[in-house]
């Protein structure tokens, strides 16, 4: 991923030099610099959840593992459909995708409480549990980028700069 993303960086900067891009040719190539920015996070934030989960040695809770799929689906539903946007030009593709962080937060907030407060209760008997909220912030994060992918299809097709603030739990 980091080779691909420096190849699309060194691309967008290749046009900018030869081709003067003004307008909605300078967006497209701003957009490419900005999403594959994302991009790169998002495998930064796979390699750290597959080094986790490398690590994690006891079975899980059957609790604690739903938790963390539901928070991988929505994770993966919301790049899938982000990357969709992108690929479609769909700004109305794109709001689905911010739409769909409320339902992210929720799901972390109640995965990162639950899980918490498992680790109180079971302490040593469930460290997994710990390794398990670290995942949990990884794949919140991905919800992240994957809005910011679909905030900058907002841009690219309006030329209109929208960002979401977030109140962050951790």
Not at 8 to 15: A, R
Not at 109 to 133: C, I, M, N
Request: net charge negative; aromatic share 8%.
């Amino acid at each position: 991923i980091d080779d691909m993303i420096v190849d699309v960086e060194d691309k967008c900067i290749l046009l900018i030099a030869k081709q003067q891009p003004i307008a909605h040719d300078l967006r497209v190539i701003a957009t490419g610099f900005k999403i594959s920015t994302d991009i790169e996070r998002i495998g930064d934030h796979a390699f750290d959840i597959a080094k986790t989960v490398a690590s994690v040695k006891e079975p899980l809770n059957p609790d604690c593992k739903r938790w963390i799929e539901d928070l991988g689906t929505c994770a993966a539903s919301m790049v899938r459909r982000a990357v969709k946007a992108y690929r479609d030009k769909s700004v109305q593709e794109a709001d689905e995708v911010r739409k769909m962080d409320k339902q992210m937060d929720e799901i972390f907030e109640h995965t990162f409480y639950a899980l918490s407060d498992f680790v109180t209760k079971e302490g040593a008997r469930q460290k997994g549990a710990t390794q398990l909220l670290f995942i949990a912030r990884f794949l919140e994060r991905i919800g992240d980028h994957a809005v910011n992918i679909a905030e900058w299809v907002i841009y690219l097709e309006t030329a209109e700069r929208i960002h979401q603030k977030k109140n962050r739990l951790i």
